[in-house]
């Protein structure tokens, strides 16, 4: 597989998310099926009132991880997740068009299985998304695209 190329992608639209629910954000995440309960087995980037956009990596997929980067942006906001090789990298776009790297790429061990997970994390249901895109690259060659909405 050519290590240029991602392998996974996953892009989300976030679309809203109220003040009153700082906390509240949604995004996408790369999910390790292999990992023990106690590994970090995501990472994830997504928006909220708090933080603006960011990535970080955590150990389990029911609430975001610690940010390790955030950045002060507004929504609504895309957001995509890749996964190239063993290399994470976050990017986000306000108009659609004009992409923005969040932070430096964050490794996977070899042994990393990633699933997407398109995520909203709040308590009162104050964030709305809408999943864009989700590809996996088989390792055989071929490819799985859902394009959705």
């Given at each position: 597989?050519?290590?240029?190329?991602?392998?996974?992608?996953?892009?989300?639209?976030?679309?809203?998310?109220?003040?009153?629910?700082?906390?509240?954000?949604?995004?996408?995440?790369?999910?390790?099926?292999?990992?023990?309960?106690?590994?970090?087995?995501?990472?994830a980037?997504?928006?909220?009132?708090?933080?603006?956009?960011?990535?970080?990596?955590?150990?389990?997929?029911s609430?975001?991880?610690?940010?390790?980067?955030?950045?002060?942006?507004?929504?609504?906001?895309?957001?995509?997740?890749?996964?190239?090789?063993?290399?994470?990298?976050?990017r986000?776009?306000?108009?659609?068009?004009?992409?923005?790297?969040?932070?430096?790429?964050?490794?996977?061990?070899?042994?990393?299985?990633?699933?997407?997970?398109?995520?909203?994390?709040?308590s009162?249901?104050?964030?709305?998304?809408?999943?864009l895109?989700?590809?996996?690259?088989?390792?055989?060659?071929?490819?799985?695209?859902?394009?959705?909405?």
């Amino acid at each position: 597989m050519d290590d240029t190329e991602p392998n996974v992608v996953g892009v989300v639209r976030v679309v809203r998310a109220a003040a009153e629910d700082p906390w509240g954000c949604g995004g996408i995440a790369l999910r390790d099926g292999e990992s023990a309960a106690d590994d970090p087995s995501i990472v994830a980037v997504w928006a909220s009132p708090a933080h603006g956009v960011a990535i970080g990596r955590g150990a389990s997929p029911s609430r975001p991880p610690d940010p390790t980067t955030t950045l002060d942006v507004s929504l609504p906001v895309t957001l995509e997740l890749t996964l190239t090789g063993r290399r994470c990298v976050g990017r986000y776009s306000t108009d659609g068009t004009t992409w923005h790297r969040i932070a430096p790429s964050l490794t996977v061990p070899d042994s990393f299985r990633p699933t997407l997970v398109p995520f909203t994390a709040t308590s009162s249901g104050t964030v709305r998304i809408e999943p864009l895109s989700l590809s996996h690259q088989r390792p055989t060659g071929g490819s799985m695209t859902t394009t959705l909405g």
